[in-house]
């Protein structure tokens, strides 16, 4: 844009300092604002219900909320664990509920 055989000095253009007292602000994308919110989480598996307990996290620059990498591995640990029926290992994480049916379909 503009004439390329042209020295670009300081102060012309689009590289120049305003003048006059401004406070220039930028924040680091790792100080945007972020909000944790506690949530229990459900996994049904057969008979088995595991009550978990994830951080939600909200932030202005992404998809609200999300889980974290440790928790979506987590759930998906007790997940297996449970298909696996290893209630052992999915109650290192969670609480476990077996499921009794009150009435029968007809």
């Not at 120049?16 to 598996?45: C, D, G, W, Y």
């Not at 440790?70 to 209630?87: M, N, P, T, V």
Request: proline share 5%; hydrophobic share 35%; with cysteine.
């Amino acid at each position: 844009m503009g004439d390329s055989n042209k020295p670009e000095t300081a102060g012309s253009g689009s590289n120049s300092l305003s003048a006059r007292p401004e406070v220039v602000v930028k924040r680091p994308e790792a100080e945007t604002e972020k909000m944790n919110k506690r949530q229990e989480k459900f996994i049904h598996v057969g008979n088995f219900v595991a009550k978990v307990e994830v951080d939600l996290v909200y932030s202005e620059d992404s998809w609200s909320p999300c889980l974290s990498l440790a928790d979506a591995r987590k759930l998906d640990e007790i997940r297996k664990a449970l298909q696996k029926g290893d209630l052992k290992t999915a109650a290192r994480n969670a609480e476990i509920f077996q499921l009794t049916p009150v009435t029968r379909a007809a």
